[in-house]
């Protein structure tokens, strides 16, 4: 748990070439607000803020796996001032993504902002949106980097002042420094921090929704794997969710996931393999999504596991979908 990672009450002014997401970080914004100082924990907004951002349009992922240790939520008391993000705790080495695309616009030592401590990244997501990744061990992404939703950026780890290996991640809207609760805003675009099945609604695009239409298609839908979840496709998992007794509402979420996929290992082959090499792929693996349960994708299989701790037997079963897909 972070010792430190607090805030207090007034938000730190954040240089204007640093709220702009499509200029690079300047030697200004690099230095600004090194040391410690004040940034905003807002409560309210972040409740607001969630509420305002339904859409679960696949654009989010889960930042790391593991456990919400004791004290270590948003808001907790911190000497006086609160604690500005989420703790997920797990190994040294545990690999941290990026929760959306964007660019890499902080990377060093408290990310540069008051009050936090540790090897840190910063990433602009665009529209005023930034996430912080605290206490790692490792960086596996540079300064100015363009990364994807999902990308693995860093390692967990345990540098700073904490109590032990973990995860500090944060959540900003509206600028940077203005902090927001990660679990409800990342829970507003379907993505369970806590480490459950991701939601995904009608209208998304991307990765996730390539995963979904193999796996369709292994159901005898036929779907084309373009990555927009448009009205051929949604009404394809309306029919599968009827015939599997669930709510027909389109939303692959925590009760259709699980109905969805399958558990798979060396051997296999067709559409359900294809999905699984596509979410291996958003997760960094680089694998050719050719359907074929070989060795490589045994080996990228057992390196997710492994990377993620989980039982690294190489056999993409529930528990592995449901990281993935996070």
Known sequence: MCRSCATAAEPTEIPADLERPDHG???????????????????????????????KNGAWADPALGRFPAGGHYGAPRGGASH????VSNSVGTAVYAAAGGTVVRRSWGGGLPGRTGNALVISHGNNQYTYYGHLN????????????GQRIADMGATGNVTG????????????GTTVNPVSFLAARGVDLSGGWSRTDPGASGATVVVIQHLMSRRGHGLAADGQY?????????????????????????????????????????????????????????????????????????????????????????????????
């Open 25 to 55: 970080l300047s030697r200004r914004g690099l230095l600004a607000g090194l040391g410690l100082g004040v940034l905003a924990v807002n409560l309210s907004v972040g409740t607001s803020t969630a509420a305002a951002a339904t859409a």
């Open 138 to 149: 490792a960086y596996r992404v540079g300064l100015n980097a363009k990364v994807s939703a």
């Open 230 to 326: 448009g009205s051929v496709s949604v009404e394809a998992v309306k029919r599968f969710q009827r015939s599997k007794g669930l709510v027909a509402d389109g939303q692959v979420g925590p009760a259709t996931w699980p109905a969805l996929v399958y558990t798979l290992r060396q051997g296999a082959s067709g559409s359900h393999v294809r999905a699984l090499q596509a979410a291996l792929n958003k997760r960094s693996a680089r694998l050719a999504v050719d359907g074929g349960f070989g060795s490589v994708t045994t080996g990228a299989v057992r390196d997710y596991q492994s990377v993620n701790r989980l039982v690294a037997d190489g056999e993409a079963g529930p528990v592995t979908w449901r990281a993935l897909t996070g």
């Open 84 to 87: 500005a993000g989420q703790d």
């Open 165 to 176: 290996p973990h995860l500090h991640f944060e959540t900003h809207s509206g600028r940077l």
